[in-house]
C-alpha cells in the first residue's frame, strides 16, 4: 500500500521533530525550507528548496506531488501557507480567513473584541502620527509590537512618552506591514495553553507557567509545566482560551494561546494556530503528560483522530541560557549538567570566540536546559540550577 504523504514546512530546529516523528511512523515525509542546508533536510524523504511563506509555489508543488496532508511547528507565517494548501486541496486544515486573522495581530485584536473575547485595550497605528496619537490615548504603562512578526521581535515596553520615533522605527523594522500595535500594559502571571482543535471541539492538553525577561523586551527565559496557578483560575484560563479559538474560527488545529492573570482575570495576549515554539510541545508537554503532540499533531493533519490521553503526571521545565555581551572566551560547566539525574537535554548555540550581543528577542538566547522531574518545582529548581553552572566567560 502506498504511503501517506505530509508536507512539513520548515526543516529547521524547530521543525526537526515532526521530520523525525513522521518518519518513525512510517509517513513519506516531504520538507520545505529557503535554506538548502536546513538541518531536516538531510532527515526527509524528500526536500525542496522553497521559502514557507511562498503560499504560491507550495500549493503549486503540494498538488504536484499529492500530499495527504500539510503542517508546520512553532512558527506563525507559513500557517497561511498550510491553509491554502488545505483549502486548495481539502485536506484537515484551519480555513484562509482564519489562517490571516491568527497571524495579524491587529486583525486578531478586532476579532476577538467583536466576540467579546477579554483583550487588553489597543490600537493599530499604520503612521508615526497614528503611533503618537495611540500612544496619547491610553494612560499607565503601555506595550508596542509589530503587527506580524513573533519571537518577541520590535517588543518595547513604555513608559515615559518620550523619544517615540525611535521606538516607533525599532518596533516598525520587524513588521512587515508596516503595521505597529500599541496596547495597554498587563500585568499578573503569564502562562501558555497548549490546544489541540478536531472538527470544532477543543482539546486542552497542558497549561505552561512563562517567565520572561521583563521589560523593555518581554524576551521569554523559561517555561515550566504543569503549571502552579490554583485549579479554579486554570479553568477561568481554559474558559477564556475556548471562546478566543471559536471567535478566530480554529476549528482543526493545534494552538498555543499566551494568557496573562489581570486582576480583571484572564486576557489573551495572542493565538498561535500551530504547536508552541520554545520545546513546549514537542519536549515539556510529553515529558510532563506522556502526550505525543507533534504525533497527535501529524495524525490530526492527515484526518485521523489523535489519542490526547495523559499516560503520566510529571514536572518539566525549560531554562534558557542567556549572558553579557561581549565575545566568548570560555565556557564551562556543561559535562557536569548533562550527567545531572532529569537532565534530558542541554543545547548551547555559542562557542568559544563567538560574539554575543543583549538579549532583545528569542533568537538572542544562547542556548536551553530540559528537565523533567516528579513534580515540576522539581523540575524548575533543577533546571535553574543547571543554568547557573554554565559559565560563560567574555572578554
Known amino acids: 500500500m502506498e504511503k501517506k504523504k505530509i508536507m512539513i514546512l520548515g526543516a529547521s530546529n524547530l521543525q526537526l521533530p515532526a521530520i523525525k516523528k513522521a518518519k518513525e511512523m512510517g509517513i513519506y515525509t516531504i520538507a520545505l525550507d529557503r535554506d538548502p542546508f536546513a538541518v531536516g533536510a538531510k532527515y526527509a524523504d524528500e526536500f525542496h528548496q522553497i521559502s514557507t511563506v511562498d503560499t504560491e509555489g507550495i500549493v503549486v508543488r503540494a498538488t504536484e506531488l ?22 486548495r486541496l481539502g485536506l484537515n486544515t484551519i480555513s484562509v480567513q482564519t489562517s490571516i486573522d491568527v497571524t495579524d495581530k491587529a486583525r486578531m485584536r478586532e476579532r476577538l473584541e467583536r466576540f467579546g473575547v477579554p483583550i487588553p485595550k489597543f490600537f493599530s ?28 521581535r520590535g517588543v518595547y515596553f513604555l513608559r515615559e512618552r518620550s523619544n517615540l520615533q525611535h521606538l516607533y522605527d525599532y518596533c516598525r ?8 500595535i500599541v496596547e495597554e500594559y498587563m500585568s499578573g502571571p503569564e502562562v501558555s495553553v497548549e490546544t489541540i482543535t478536531i472538527k470544532g471541539t477543543t482539546h486542552f492538553v497542558a497549561i505552561t507557567d512563562k517567565e520572561t525577561s521583563g521589560p523593555p523586551h518581554f524576551v521569554e527565559v523559561g517555561h515550566s509545566m504543569r503549571s502552579t496557578l490554583p485549579n479554579k483560575m486554570q479553568d477561568e484560563i481554559c474558559s477564556v482560551v475556548d471562546k478566543a479559538l471559536v471567535a478566530l474560527g480554529v476549528d482543526n488545529s493545534p494552538a498555543h494561546s499566551e494568557v496573562i492573570v489581570t486582576r480583571d482575570g484572564p486576557k489573551i495576549v495572542e493565538v498561535g494556530a500551530r504547536m508552541g515554539g520554545d520545546y513546549i510541545a514537542s519536549h515539556l508537554v510529553p515529558l510532563a503528560t506522556g502526550v505525543d503532540m507533534v504525533e497527535a499533531c501529524i495524525k490530526l493533519a492527515l484526518g485521523i483522530r489523535p489519542s490526547l490521553t495523559p499516560t ?84
Not at 512558527?75 to 483549502?87: Q, Y
Not at 499604520?126 to 503601555?142: H, K, M, P, Q, Y
Open 66 to 87: 499529492g500530499v495527504n496532508g500539510i503542517m508546520t511547528m512553532a512558527t506563525d507565517m507559513p500557517v497561511r501557507s498550510v491553509a491554502a494548501v488545505g483549502e
Open 125 to 152: 497605528t499604520r503612521s508615526f502620527g497614528e503611533f503618537t496619537e495611540a500612544v496619547n490615548l491610553i494612560s499607565g504603562d503601555l506595550v508596542v509590537k509589530p503587527a506580524d512578526s513573533s519571537g518577541s
Open 173 to 180: 523594522q520587524y513588521s512587515g506591514s508596516g503595521e505597529v
Open 312 to 395: 503520566q503526571s510529571k514536572g518539566a521545565a525549560i531554562r534558557f541560557i542567556t549572558g553579557v555581551p561581549g565575545k566568548v572566551k570560555r565556557i564551562e560547566g556543561i559535562d557536569t549538567v548533562c550527567r545531572q539525574t532529569g537532565v534530558n537535554e542541554v543545547f548551547l548555540a555559542i562557542k568559544e570566540g563567538d560574539v554575543v550581543g543583549k538579549v532583545r528577542n528569542s533568537r538572542d538566547r544562547l542556548g536551553h536546559v530540559i528537565f523533567q522531574g516528579e513534580t515540576v518545582t522539581v523540575a524548575k529548581v533543577a533546571c535553574a540550577n543547571a543554568v547557573r553552572r554554565i559559565k560563560i566567560e567574555v572578554g
